[in-house]
């Protein structure tokens, strides 16, 4: 690190660490956000992404899944791109990392740097363009070795309660329903002879008697023919909710730092271990991570210095294989399954059928269960099939310093030399093993995949930086030349028919799968800096960035990034002088372009013939994309207008920001007809503009000898607008979103409802007709639902109007509390599983309570059509959900143990504290995750965690 | 000291103009795929991208969240059988076809996870990746009967996916020879190949026809197929045949019939022998894929929907009309071994029809059986309609014994005409009727029945009797009308997006059944 450090008056005044280099946030051009270690370092967080909600201005986060170790995605400023990569660049101690994420240690997180506008991140030139995180580790102070011991132990449950889901009788009830209207409108039986077919077919639909849990009752007789409705006295033999049989409350979570650091005048030390161990809520999932760290800087002469960053990390995953709407899901399966399925094989009688030791034995559903779940369980399935990812990651970061600021170096006096190497080792073992007894590969006799990957990235740099005060006239100069180089080596192989019990590939009988690739991405760059500064008063900063990336045809490989920036300290004006209650006041502006090159892919330009497709023992191939040269970085232009305030004795402080950000040269996949064979090529073509206002106010409300108390409030907005796309295709339209000129990236675009017709029960939309300029007339209802497909309307957008963060901490004497709440006001969700429990495909769905409002009979004005399982609908808003929360995202509670019992006892200091993340969470819709991603849609993916935990830390 | 420092540093200054990396660093190239160019120079290397193209005629690669059912041929085969008469879907099981039995996917176009992209994005990915082979057809170097080869089966392959995309996206060809149909590239695409707008179905059925016949000269000049998949000469005249079929041509289809049998080499095999149908290397194939184990498909594969071994097939059982079965075949038919009147699984009970066991996987533990997508069984019954057509009766029942004497003991009928049902039900006894009865039974499964319905533009009725569900009876929809818009699907959204030439609001196809 060049730490570049002037001597200041104020005290208060942050040093951040920023693109090769520190700045004072006072002085500072850019926009960039500083987030404390001690921000992180009682909250029970595992992955560092899960951190950055509420902390800062300007970044929006997903929940992240549920699983331990699992990221949060997070989009800095708006949303970059449409095709290409809207994740920011993470550099960890200054070099862009490769490594996991979920690898870094957050007790070693020193300080967070959140780079936001050009001026602060174009000189990451080709990589900055969506936002950047600087991630320091922490480093030795000069004097006495500090040992610092921290344990939490914690407890994990479901953090978004479920979706209120219907009971045992209501679900027979809207089965029968269901059956009766499909006769009654579909297959067009009279009212009493379809309600008489439908008592009949209850059966068949819902497993026979084994699977009736009411004993009372057969399923033909289960219905009251003279009411239609569910007799009242039918009595459940069993109601064993899947879920609740799959989720462990409870889930045990605990996590061991050791640390050392210190340091003489010349040399400093910081080392770190660390131990984490967290189950997840779900069954079989766990997390663990060992770590060690070591960073070492010394001062050989006063020329010369050097430094080395080192981390190990091993971690080890066991989690759930499966996504989406596959069967072995259970965030699928168990969470919305018929009610009437037990967990454990009844008799006829309904009582547990048990094996020779007593106990009851999984339902694998081979007595008969109907519908499609055929020999599954789900916590048998969670039991038997086994995935695991172990990563191993090498971090290192080296580098020497030559030059000094010393008046006798004479010409060379503020010059320096500095080299740095950054290597990121990773290599990833990953199994997913399916069981041989039950479910997907029964059959098979078990499969077996194992993957093995290796990457190696480094990043070697050589930087001339020049630093000088001539009378009020200050100087930093820098100049710099970088190589990045990437590799990535594939390896994967699977085998079925495998020996019980050993979760090899040697003893399978039957090669499923082999396959191995590499892949290679390279980036030079050429880049300087010029920071300039009159008394501490004007500052002017300019940066460059020449990139050189691999990804590009070598005519279009180079691109040049820039940024200028000023800041204006108007509290050191001599007419400021008289007002005392401003201690600080700096207005800033800044502009510049930054570049994204991570078009998903390494060979963006070039047309390809995929080899993955043998025909026998016959090499074969397929086109993959189509050439074009002139394919290149997207361009970010960037501008930022802001201020920063310290007033009233720097109990309050004000920042604001504006800011303007117009990606040109937007990489689309150029729409083709799919009659071309493709839907279209890379290429370089469209505009967006994200604009926004942010403000952040602290105040400190209360500041005695005892008490302090501090209140934080954060607020953002984000505005997103597509400009531009292309001539042939003004809307790019996919599923229920649309991207169309004029609006919203993914605004929603779907059918509108119109409540339920009273005769029928029918869903009601709004349709319309267009004249020939493409104009809406002619409005009106129809049940029609095709029409209704075609008659869709944009409903907005999941883009919140307002978001962010309300924080306090409080202390009294050694008791300190923070208390850190998130809010996001406006935006819209599509709840596809709410959508998925309304709309039941199958006869083993269960229905969201909701549905009780169903319409039921001829005249009943309700907004819930008739009950029908996979009807035809069209795609309507009924299920676009306000996306507005507020959450309770964590409380820490802490006490220092007085410092004279310390004394005593013979050590530095002794810390308890409580904390709970994730304590509550109002949305619009119970069951819904209002941060499943940017786009607003949902899927059965692991639930997020609340986890209660306590811990202490020593320090000596 | 200083000196020390003023020599590391112009030392080191001038490493650094040494790390400065040659351009040449930056170039890169993947390892999983190579470029075109060099695969087209010659016979050889151009089998690569022809073999591609076969794999994903067996392979699953339509967009996620569809490709358990798109796996090529097969997976067409049989949704073009769900949406008849004859082939039932007892439940509607995981979903996976069963929209397409009870037509709920038109409407859906504009997504990428159903049957309107599916279907259209597959044939013309085959026909783009035709057309890089058909570009390179003048500059290809290798041996004359080598390069024939290659350049024959990629005409023959564009005809194959247009005739598809004729038989999908429009009514069929005989009375609605101006209707639109779909746009026509035979140009190989390059960045910004600009789409066309819908070419008309003569115009379709035009190219369709030049293409086939291209093939089978190019490949009556090439050796025989070097792996079941690979299109010879006598799977060209099979093509040929069914082209000439749909578009009723019946002098073509007799001759290429005949010509693909005679070419084929291939015999009729009793129905025993050919059961499970999953076997390319018998003696009737003529067009097939014989899948190796590491290139299986596991769930999304043809068995996987048939074999109730597996899941996806237990739920959503496959079974035959009991009208067909019961009084159509005759009681001494050796194929009524393909289907299981007494399985009792179904939780249906009797109100099922009755479960097939033609199709099974050879080894169900992984994931095996061959796909066949022609046997020769199938060019006898071409030619017979051909000849009952053409009023030459003999001929035709001569044809039709060559199958049915392998079928039924002491087979022979004296019908004779050519009338048929407006609908499927309505009998008239004619000797064409026989034969397409024949056709119902022998290639179950493996022809796609809607195609065959289009083109003798019969309706259709499904009964609770025969053994459909009551929610796949469609009872109020016109499947008794063979001039609704029901059978034509509807082009998907992302054609529009990218297509100049055409517009949603001009060229989509009816959504609804008529409009």
Redesign the interface.
């Known amino acids: 690190m060049k730490v570049v450090m002037r001597s200041d008056t104020e005290v208060l005044d942050e040093v951040m660490v920023v693109a090769y280099g520190t700045a004072k946030k006072s002085s500072f051009t850019g926009s960039a956000s500083v987030i404390g270690g001690d921000k992180i370092e009682s909250r029970p967080i595992t992955n560092v992404t899960k951190a950055l909600e509420g902390q800062t201005t300007g970044v929006l986060t997903t929940s992240g899944s549920g699983q331990p170790g699992e990221s949060a995605s997070i989009v800095i400023r708006g949303y970059g791109s449409i095709n290409a990569s809207q994740d920011p660049l993470y550099v960890v101690d200054g070099v862009p990392y490769d490594g996991t994420l979920s690898s870094i240690n957050p007790s070693d997180i020193e300080s967070m740097t959140i780079l936001k506008d050009a001026s602060a991140g174009a000189l990451y030139g080709a990589r900055g363009a969506n936002g950047v995180v600087m991630i320091t580790t922490k480093q030795g102070k000069e004097g006495k070795t500090n040992v610092t011991w921290r344990s939490t132990a914690g407890w994990s449950s479901r953090a978004i309660p479920e979706y209120d889901m219907v009971s045992q009788k209501d679900f027979v009830q809207l089965t029968y329903e269901a059956l009766r209207n499909?006769?009654v409108f579909?297959?067009?039986y009279s009212w009493a002879d379809a309600e008489a077919a439908a008592r009949n077919?209850l059966s068949?639909?819902l497993?026979?008697e084994l699977y009736n849990p009411f004993k009372n009752y057969t399923w033909s007789q289960i219905i009251d023919p003279t009411t239609g409705q569910v007799r009242s006295d039918a009595q459940s033999a069993w109601n064993e909710n899947w879920m609740d049989a799959i989720l462990h409350n409870n889930a045990f979570r605990h996590e061991h730092q050791l640390q050392l650091s210190g340091g003489t005048e010349k040399t400093r030390y910081m080392f770190s271990l660390g131990y984490l161990n967290e189950d997840g809520i779900l069954t079989g999932t766990n997390f663990q991570r060992y770590n060690g760290r070591a960073n070492i800087n010394s001062e050989v002469?006063d020329?010369?210095k050097g430094n080395m960053n080192v981390s190990l990390t091993h971690s080890i995953m066991n989690y759930s294989q499966y996504d989406?709407?596959a069967?072995s899901n259970v965030w699928y399966s168990a969470q919305f399954i018929s009610p009437l399925f037990p967990m454990y094989m009844k008799d006829m009688d309904g009582n547990n059928v048990l094996d020779e030791n007593g106990n009851p034995q999984l339902d694998y559903g081979e007595q008969?269960r109907?519908?499609?779940y055929?020999?599954y369980n789900p916590l048998g399935g969670l039991v038997d099939d086994k995935s695991y990812v172990k990563n191993d990651v090498a971090s290192l970061r080296t580098g020497f310093t030559?030059?000094s600021d010393k008046d006798d170096?004479g010409v060379?006096k503020g010059l320096k030399?500095s080299?740095n190497f950054g290597m990121d080792y990773r290599t990833m073992n990953q199994m997913n093993y399916m069981n041989m007894y039950h479910g997907?590969q029964a059959?098979?006799?078990g499969l077996i995949y194992k993957y093995n990957t290796r990457m190696q990235s480094y990043t070697?740099n050589?930087i001339?930086t020049w630093d000088r005060s001539f009378g009020l006239h200050n100087f930093n100069v820098m100049a710099g030349?970088e190589?990045y180089?990437y590799q990535y080596e594939y390896l994967n192989a699977a085998k079925?028919?495998l020996v019980d019990g050993i979760l090899e590939l040697r003893p399978g009988t039957?090669?499923?799968?082999?396959d191995s690739?590499?892949?290679?991405?390279?980036?030079?760059s050429w880049f300087g800096r010029f920071n300039y500064n009159f008394d501490e008063k004007y500052y002017f900063d300019a940066s460059i960035r020449r990139d050189?990336?691999?990804r590009f045809h070598?005519d279009h490989?180079w691109g040049t990034f820039w940024s200028v920036g000023g800041n204006w300290r108007v509290s050191k004006e001599a007419f400021m002088e008289d007002v005392k209650w401003v201690d600080n006041l700096s207005v800033k502006l800044s502009y510049g372009q930054q570049g994204n090159d991570n078009l998903r892919t390494?060979?963006a330009w070039?047309?390809?013939?995929?080899?993955?497709?043998?025909?026998?023992?016959?090499?074969?191939?397929?086109?993959?994309s189509?050439?074009?040269q002139e394919v290149s970085w997207e361009k970010s232009g960037n501008m930022n207008v802001g201020f920063e305030a310290l007033l009233l004795d720097h109990r309050l402080s004000i920042s604001a920001e504006y800011y303007n950000k117009k990606t040109t040269d937007m990489l689309l996949n150029?729409?083709?007809?799919?009659?071309?064979?493709?839907?279209?090529?890379n290429?370089n073509v469209g505009d967006m503009r994200n604009s926004g206002f942010e403000f952040e106010v602290r105040g400190t409300l209360i500041k005695t000898n005892d008490w302090n108390w501090d209140i934080t409030w954060m607020g953002s907005t984000v505005k997103n607008k597509v400009l531009k796309l292309t001539n042939?295709?003004p809307?790019?339209?996919?599923?229920i979103y649309s991207i169309k000129e004029g609006m919203p990236i993914n605004t929603f675009y779907m059918a509108k409802a119109a409540g339920v017709d009273p005769a029928t029960g029918a869903q009601l939309y709004w349709a319309y007709d267009?004249d020939e300029n493409g104009n809406i007339v002619n409005e009106y209802i129809t049940s029609?639902?095709?029409k209704a497909?075609?008659s869709k309307y944009y409903l907005g957008s999941r883009i919140p109007d307002l978001y962010g963060s309300i924080g306090t901490s409080l202390s009294w004497k050694d008791i300190d509390l923070s208390i850190l709440t998130t809010y996001s006001l406006g935006g819209k969700i599509f709840d596809s599983l709410y959508q998925g429990s309304m709309e039941n495909?199958?006869f083993n769905n269960n229905w969201n309570e909701h549905a009780l409002r169903r319409w039921q009979k001829p005249g009943d004005i309700t907004d819930v059509p008739r009950i029908e399982i996979?009807g035809?609908y069209?795609t309507n808003d009924r299920f676009l959900v306000d996306a507005s929360y507020f959450a309770i995202k964590n409380i820490t509670l802490g006490y220092t143990l007085p410092k004279v019992w310390m004394q005593k006892a013979r050590l530095g200091s002794i810390r308890v504290f409580a904390s709970v993340d994730n304590l509550a969470l109002f949305t619009h819709l119970k069951g819904m995750d209002p941060q499943y991603n940017f786009s607003g849609s949902t899927d059965y993916a692991y639930s997020p965690n609340k986890t209660w935990s306590f811990g202490f830390e020593v320090n000596f | 000291m200083k000196k020390i420092l003023k020599y590391t540093f112009a030392g080191l200054m001038g490493c650094t103009a040494l790390t400065s990396c040659l351009d040449s660093s930056l170039e890169t190239s993947p390892t999983d795929s190579m470029s075109g160019t060099t695969l087209l120079a010659n016979a050889n290397s151009a089998l690569i991208p022809l073999n591609g193209i076969y794999r994903s005629m067996y392979a699953s690669w339509s967009p996620a969240a569809n490709e358990h059912q798109s796996f090529g041929i097969n997976s067409y085969a049989l949704m073009a059988d769900v949406m008849g008469d004859d082939m039932i879907m007892d439940a509607m099981g995981s979903g996976w076809f069963w929209y397409d039995c009870i037509y709920n996917v038109k409407s859906r176009y504009t997504s990428t996870a159903w049957r309107s992209y599916d279907i259209w994005n597959c044939y013309y990915t085959w026909i783009s990746n035709a057309n890089y082979i058909l570009a390179a057809e003048e500059t290809m170097s290798g041996a004359s009967a080598d390069v024939n080869y290659v350049i024959g089966q990629a005409y023959a392959i564009r005809a194959y996916s247009y005739f598809m995309l004729a038989q999908n996206f429009a009514r069929t060809y005989k009375g609605h020879e101006s209707d639109p149909c779909c746009p026509i590239y035979t140009e190989p695409t390059v960045a910004g190949t600009e789409g066309q707008p819908r070419s008309t179905v003569q115009q379709v059925y035009d190219l369709v026809t030049s293409d086939i016949q291209k093939a089978v000269e190019k490949l009556s000049a090439a050796p025989a197929q070097t792996h079941k998949t690979h299109i010879d000469a006598s799977v060209a005249y099979g093509i040929q045949a069914r082209i000439a079929l749909t578009m009723e041509d019946w002098n073509l289809a007799k001759t290429a019939a005949h010509n693909a049998i005679e070419a084929s080499g291939c015999t009729v095999l009793p129905a025993e022998t050919i059961k499970g149908l999953n076997d390319a290397t018998l003696s009737n194939v003529m067009w097939g894929a014989p899948i190796q184990n590491d290139q299986t498909s596991g769930y999304a594969s043809f068995f996987a929907h048939m074999d109730p071994n597996v899941a996806y097939a237990n739920s959503a059982r496959k079974q035959i009309n009991k009208d067909l079965y019961d009084n159509i075949m005759l009681p001494t038919d050796e194929r009524k071994c393909w289907w299981d009147p007494t399985d009792t699984n179904s939780e249906r009970g009797a109100e099922a029809g009755y479960q097939q066991v033609k199709f099974s996987f050879s080894d169900y533990t992984v994931w095996m059986g061959d796909y066949v997508w022609m046997r020769v069984e199938e060019m006898y019954l071409t030619a017979a309609e051909a000849e009952c057509m053409l009023g030459e009766e003999d001929a035709a029942k001569q044809d039709l014994y060559a199958v049915m004497s392998q079928r039924v003991e002491g087979y022979s009928t004296t019908k004779t005409g050519t009338a048929l049902g407006k609908t499927s039900s309505d009998r008239t006894g004619s000797l064409r009727e026989e034969i397409i009865d024949q056709r119902r039974i022998e290639l179950w499964g493996e022809y796609g029945r809607i195609w065959d319905l289009r083109r003798l533009r019969q309706g259709f009725r499904r009964t609770a009797a025969q053994g459909w569900p009551a929610a796949a009876l469609l009872n109020n929809r016109p499947t008794d009308d063979p001039e609704c818009y029901m059978w034509v699907l509807t082009i998907p959204q992302t054609e529009f997006d990218g297509n100049v030439n055409m517009d949603l609001s001009q060229d989509q196809n009816p959504i609804d059944d008529y409009k």
């Open positions: 499909g006769y579909t297959n067009g077919s068949t639909n497993g026979g002469t020329w010369f989406g709407a069967t008969g109907p519908g499609s055929n020999d030559l030059g170096f060379f030399l080299v997907n059959n098979a006799g070697f050589q001339l030349h190589f180089a079925s028919n039957t090669i499923t799968s082999a690739y590499t892949d290679k991405y390279r980036i030079e050189g990336s691999s070598k490989r390494y060979y070039q047309s390809l013939y995929d080899l993955g497709w043998p025909n026998g023992s016959n090499i074969g191939g397929m086109v993959t189509l050439e074009n150029y729409p083709m007809a799919t009659s071309t064979g493709f839907n279209g090529y290429a042939e295709s809307e790019i339209i996919n599923g267009k029609d639902y095709n497909n075609e495909m199958y996979a035809s069209a």
